[in-house]
């Protein structure tokens, strides 16, 4: 099967352990470095993999061993990481969002675009069994033509369980730009691009008050919308709606549900890689799970570094994450307009993925 794949991880934090314990697991991958400002951080985590350094960030960036930099940084310094990869000669897959606004993902994109590197960025989800089901259903008419779905996450807010939440209220966080990339790229990998928005949001509060942890009590501010919900026109016209909150207390509706003609399906969660598909056909009186038939099976964050060995693009690539960045973006300019935004970006449907394990040979 050739050469692994050779990988430097930059950024250690709680995120990190994931990637980890999947590139652990990879044969076509090889862990050779990791980096952390907090050079403590680094190390502890070089020390749980034989052959693994704990190097400075430059250091590692002009490693010339590494061939991938995986980019598991904060939001705000995605691009700032990514750009000097690119500018040492390295491809480059990221943590979700690309990068914290549209403009430097575009950046990001036109300097790897010039250095003949590629981009790929999370979620890779989208490539478990769960999603790529659904999507091999969709493709093989079991719901005939689509014409609709439905996307759905709700929460009171991360506040009550994450000890610094912080950056879940300002700009770049809220309910959409956090969890907005799992639910969208699933749509996007079973429909297709979107061509269009229209949205409204609301914030129902000024603070939040943290639940757990050393600063447990105290509050923090809000500064961006906690509850969106809009309408996608994807390129095929189906229609999706999106609801996004860090307000709502519970739901009972599904994560994800795709309607045709002819049926529906029940889509699992798109922040996991696996669960269950429901198909209910015309005529029929209940739904019925479907086998599974395509994705990677035991999947985990970081399966997408594989399609670096085969994939031209990589599905879970750079042009599908400043899509749906841009979706993102469009959606709130569409709420606080009152106007429905033209999405100026597109993207190819990503090809799908044959059911198969990721840690199998070859």
């Given at each position: 099967m050739?050469?692994?794949?050779?990988?430097?991880?930059?950024?250690?934090?709680?995120?990190?352990?994931?990637?980890?314990?999947?590139?652990?697991?990879l044969?076509?991958?090889?862990?050779?470095?990791?980096?952390?400002l907090?050079?403590?951080?680094?190390?502890?985590?070089?020390?749980?993999y034989?052959?693994v350094?704990a190097l400075?960030?430059?250091?590692l960036?002009?490693d010339?061993?590494?061939?991938?930099?995986?980019n598991?940084?904060?939001?705000?310094?995605?691009a700032?990481?990514?750009?000097?990869?690119?500018?040492?000669?390295?491809?480059?897959?990221?943590?979700?969002?690309?990068a914290?606004t549209?403009e430097?993902?575009?950046?990001?994109?036109?300097?790897?675009?010039?250095?003949?590197?590629r981009?790929?960025?999370?979620?890779?989800?989208?490539?478990?069994?769960?999603?790529q089901?659904a999507r091999?259903?969709?493709?093989?008419?079991?719901?005939?033509?689509?014409?609709?779905?439905?996307?759905?996450m709700?929460?009171?807010?991360?506040?009550?369980?994450?000890p610094?939440?912080?950056?879940?209220?300002?700009?770049?966080?809220g309910?959409?730009?956090?969890?907005?990339p799992?639910?969208?790229?699933?749509l996007?990998?079973?429909?297709?691009?979107?061509?269009s928005?229209?949205?409204?949001?609301?914030?129902?509060?000024?603070?939040?008050?943290?639940g757990?942890?050393?600063?447990?009590?105290?509050?923090?501010?809000?500064?961006?919308?906690?509850h969106?919900?809009?309408?996608?026109?994807?390129?095929?016209?189906?229609?999706?709606?999106?609801?996004m909150?860090?307000d709502?207390?519970?739901?009972?509706?599904?994560?994800i549900?795709?309607?045709g003609?002819?049926?529906s399906?029940?889509?699992?969660?798109?922040?996991?890689?696996?669960?269950?598909?429901?198909?209910?056909?015309?005529?029929?009186?209940?739904?019925?799970?479907?086998?599974?038939?395509?994705?990677?099976t035991?999947?985990?964050?970081g399966?997408?570094l594989?399609?670096?060995l085969?994939?031209?693009?990589p599905?879970?690539?750079g042009?599908?994450?400043?899509?749906?960045?841009?979706?993102?973006?469009s959606l709130?300019?569409?709420?606080h307009?009152?106007?429905?935004?033209?999405?100026?970006?597109t993207?190819?449907?990503?090809?799908?993925?044959?059911?198969?394990d990721?840690a199998a040979?070859?």
């Open positions: 050739g050469q692994p794949l050779t990988v430097g991880i930059v950024g250690c934090g709680a995120i990190s352990a994931q990637y980890l314990k999947t590139i652990d697991r044969p076509q991958v090889k862990l050779v470095a990791v980096a952390d907090d050079t403590e951080r680094a190390r502890a985590a070089a020390a749980e034989e052959g350094e400075g960030v430059a250091e960036i002009a010339p061993r590494i061939r991938v930099v995986l598991l940084t904060i939001p705000a310094a995605h700032d990481v990514a750009l000097q990869a690119i500018a040492a000669g390295k491809d480059v897959y990221c943590e979700k969002p690309l914290a549209g430097d993902a575009r950046r990001v994109l036109d300097a790897a675009r010039a250095a003949g590197v981009v790929g960025c999370a979620p890779d989800t989208v490539l478990g069994t769960g999603t089901t091999a259903a969709i493709d093989d008419g079991l719901i005939g033509r689509p014409i609709a779905a439905t996307a759905t709700m929460t009171p807010g991360h506040e009550r369980w994450h610094n939440p912080d950056f879940y209220y300002v700009p770049g966080g309910p959409l730009l956090d969890m907005g799992y639910y969208i790229s699933s996007v990998t079973m429909l297709g691009p979107v061509r928005v229209i949205g409204a949001a609301s914030r129902t509060r000024s603070k939040r008050t943290i757990s942890g050393p600063r447990q009590g105290e509050e923090i501010p809000v500064t961006v919308d906690t969106v919900t809009g309408v996608l026109v994807h390129e095929s016209g189906v229609l999706s709606t999106l609801v909150s860090f709502a207390v519970a739901t009972r509706a599904p994560n549900e795709v309607h003609e002819r049926g399906l029940v889509v699992p969660d798109p922040n996991r890689f696996d669960g269950s598909v429901l198909l209910t056909k015309l005529g029929d009186g209940e739904a019925r799970e479907l086998p599974v038939s395509a994705g990677y035991e999947a985990g964050r399966v997408g594989i399609d670096f085969s994939e031209p693009e599905r879970a690539g042009t599908m994450a400043f899509h749906v960045l841009d979706v993102m973006e709130l300019a569409s709420a307009s009152g106007r429905s935004v033209d999405v100026e970006s993207c190819e449907r990503p090809a799908p993925v044959a059911f198969h990721p040979q070859g």
